[in-house]
């Protein structure tokens, strides 16, 4: 596509149940970044793929986070047994991958725990 | 983790003035910077990135300027436009595989 996709744009979900938020990243991008946003916060990193190497997940903070990528397109990133502080802004990035090249965003998706 | 902090939370100009928006970033090692947009509801759009070689790069009303010295990143907007309020956003990169953000600075610009 001509952007990075994400879905849904927007989910209120109940606490303590999963939710999962899909990324479509640019065609032919290899890196796939997750970022999270929380209100007036800068942008948290949480996990990164690059082509089939090992998914860099030092940044998930929690074990109830988790996400796959499938085919090296699109990433799936669930959150399982949502909480109140999970509420935030959930950003996807890709990039062509490599050295010194520019990581673009999809418009994210705003997850509500109520 | 690692920190990118920004001097100035808010920014307030007239129309037509010049902004400088500052970004102090912490790690030595970062090689490469990007500089973004980010309006109110949007995911950050890029707007113009530099490399650790480079100390000055223009794009179209932007430059960005990099003194590895003391470690300083700033976003320079001419002519500022009332299209241009938004938060901006520095990223730096310590390695390839993050990128590190500062909570942003918001830029009013006033008609």
């Known amino acids: 596509g001509a952007g990075v996709s994400q879905s849904p744009s927007n989910k209120v979900t109940e606490k303590g149940k999963d939710v999962e938020l899909r990324c479509d990243p640019i065609?032919?991008?290899?890196?796939l970044y997750w970022y999270r946003q929380s209100l007036g916060q800068g942008l948290e990193f949480l996990i990164y793929f690059q082509g089939n190497s090992a998914p860099d997940k030092s940044g998930l903070p929690s074990d109830r986070f988790s996400a796959e990528r499938t085919g090296g397109s699109v990433s799936t990133l669930t959150i399982q047994r949502t909480q109140q502080e999970d509420s935030a802004v959930y950003l996807c990035?890709?990039?062509?991958?490599?050295?010194?090249?520019?990581?673009?965003f999809g418009e994210g998706s705003w997850l509500t725990v109520v | 983790g690692e920190s990118v902090g920004l001097h100035l939370p808010t920014l307030s100009v007239q129309e037509g003035d010049n902004s400088i928006i500052n970004c102090a970033y912490s790690n030595s090692a970062s090689d490469y910077f990007i500089w973004y947009k980010q309006e109110s509801g949007k995911g950050p759009q890029f707007i113009i990135d530099i490399r650790s070689n480079m100390d000055k790069r223009q794009g179209q009303r932007v430059t960005v300027l990099l003194n590895k010295t003391v470690k300083h990143l700033s976003l320079q907007i001419a002519a500022t436009q009332p299209g241009d309020s938004a938060v901006y956003l520095c990223a730096e990169r310590p390695n390839f595989n993050k990128f590190y953000f500062g909570s942003g600075t918001k830029l009013n610009v006033k008609p």
């Open positions: 065609s032919g991008h290899t890196a």
């Open positions: 990035a890709s990039s062509l991958g490599g050295t010194g090249n520019t990581i673009y």
